[in-house]
């Protein structure tokens, strides 16, 4: 049974792989994407009531060193990152893009609209 979800795994992620690059290689050239830079901050259960309620999901969980949640989620043609201390109650959205085009740079054009937001809090 373990056998049969590794490769039912291993297979969902290689179409996937190949039906992005298919749909990239075929896909009309696009404006670049709309970048959003707010930072909001609310109760955990308001936040993921509304991405919920938007259609978002959360396509990755990562816990960095200091113990903080990142999560990114994806619905449609956008993709959000937030973020969220364990023992804490709120939930913060660092980044959002619209009209994107999935591919390998997504997520890391994601994390730069993420380090634009908080060089422009610093005042850098």
Known sequence: MLKFIS????????????????????????????????????KKETVIKTFADAKFF??????????????IWISGTSIALTASVPNEDTICLLAMMTDVVYNSDT???????FEAQLNKEKGI
């Open 107 to 113: 997520v890391e054009g994601l994390y730069k609209v």
């Open 7 to 42: 490769i039912l795994i291993t297979g969902f992620f290689l179409c996937y792989a190949y039906l992005s690059h298919v749909n990239k290689a075929h896909a009309a050239p696009k404006a670049p994407a709309k970048q959003e830079e707010k930072l909001v901050c609310d």
């Open 58 to 71: 959360p396509l990755l969980n990562m816990t960095n060193k200091e113990k903080v949640v990142e999560t």
